[in-house]
């Protein structure tokens, strides 16, 4: 097999198979070829993943070590997403009431979410999650893509305890939107106890629900090693979690006015550490 | 840029947008080559995907025309998928009794829900769905996947009508495997009036809850040019909707001898010409 075809084979095998460790015997025996042609393909590779801005390829050496294509997200491909963002959810139309928005579309459009997926793949691939949780249902599109950019199994809370579920364990919540409590429930078998998860949801306001889902993993010993919202209201300024990464922040929803303030996360391309 | 980075960058940008219809020209002026040494990359790029059994490139000329990444996946990698998707499921301590089974785990997996996604999504490219359609919960991975491969929008059926998706359409319906009359509920801005959809669901038994959604579908007059399901149980042999695709069928669990007959659809890789 040709060069051409050997870097091409090999993007579309990283592509498909974010975070996955190979072997690089695998590779030279896929391809016929000696370890140090390899080495300049994946050279050459990580190069084409860098200069577009979708990640790079993480070598690592001796036992349990491997090449892997870590996906990301360049800083103005960051900008793009949350221009669209903002674009989508300054529409006076989505206004509810209530301080609702309508974002269905938002959360259930594959471009968007599929970006929004790699912000948060890229901040938290260093943080060993074992899984990506989230609660049912607007937010399953954007933790599915997040644990398929992390290679981590997707674990779904439900709201009701669900008969297809088998043992569950549920606890009750305090909503602040919905001004009272509510319920979630998760399979016993979904998580092992005393792992690492990574929250992923699609809103939060006062971070209620957020709260919930740290409870109801703390009733398996788990801990949470961050948390990945699509959009945040400002108001509560107060929120029931403090260490929250938010891809856009929408200020005020003005009814009466039919207008909506949203604005980017500046803090996703300051070059700053980000403070998680 | 040298060839062997203009091959890799393709394939990045292939596999981030699948089915995103792209102007030559978009690339001729990104890599400041002519159309000619982008058509013997663009063919080079087709050897890649096909050789790897990942899809093809389709190209088009005329108004209208450009160059397209279509996903697919090889009868080898179907196979693969559905001899994970049996070994995964003929486990005992899936078995919850009253014929169900537990399977979100399978459903949050990534890679087998990729695999099953790219079954669908060859199989119905061609047929100009305009939505992807699922109802909550548990096939929503599959649909948004299946969705992202097409480039189309999803939408998510609601068991409940929700505030936060504005007004709605609900219908009743009846499911046989709880034995009762059940709801599900759209957002009148979901959909467009006389599109067509394409349903994906995680499982099926009599068919209750698709024909559900092809009624709910209905009241907006749209089609549903497929179905796409990944488990369906063989018994009743008479489904309530007749044309669907299924990756694996469950023909048996046995309860009480705790044993679970699951097998792979055949007609997926027997080159006979699907009878959808």
């Known amino acids: 097999m040709k060069k051409n075809n050997r870097i091409g084979a090999l993007v579309d095998e990283f592509t498909s198979n974010p975070c996955k460790l190979y072997d690089s015997k695998h590779f030279c025996d896929k391809f016929g070829i000696a ?154 078998r979904a998580v092992e106890p005393g792992s690492k998860a990574l929250i992923i949801d699609d809103f939060m306001r006062g971070g209620g629900s957020i709260k919930g889902i740290v409870e109801i993993l703390a009733e398996f010993d788990m801990d949470v090693i961050g948390v990945g919202i699509a959009i945040v209201a400002s108001e509560p300024v107060k929120k029931r979690v403090s260490n929250y990464l938010s891809i856009v922040c929408v200020d005020e929803i003005d009814e009466e006015g039919r207008r909506i303030s949203v604005r980017a996360n500046d803090q996703l391309t300051s070059g700053t550490n980000l403070e998680i």
């Not at 140090?36 to 690592?60: C, H, P, W």
């Not at 933790?143 to 809370?157: G, K, M, Q």
């Open 35 to 188: 370890k140090s042609s390899l080495s300049e393909d994946i050279k050459l590779v990580n190069e084409v993943f860098i200069d577009n801005g979708t990640g790079y390829i993480e070598s690592t050496s001796g036992v349990g070590g491997g090449i892997r294509y870590v996906p990301g997200i360049s800083d103005d491909n960051i900008k793009r997403i949350q221009d669209a963002l903002c674009t989508k959810i300054n529409d006076p139309s989505r206004i509810l009431g209530g301080g609702f928005l309508y974002t269905s579309d938002i959360m259930f459009d594959g471009k968007l979410v599929d970006g929004m997926a790699r912000v948060f793949a890229q901040k938290y691939y260093s943080f060993g999650a074992d899984y990506v949780v989230t609660v049912e249902t607007k937010g399953i599109p954007l933790a599915a893509r997040t644990a398929s950019l992390l290679n981590l199994p997707l674990v779904v809370i439900r709201r009701e305890a669900m008969y297809s579920e088998g043992s569950t364990v549920s606890i009750n919540y305090f909503s602040g939107s919905s001004d009272r409590i509510q319920k979630m429930s998760i399979a016993k």
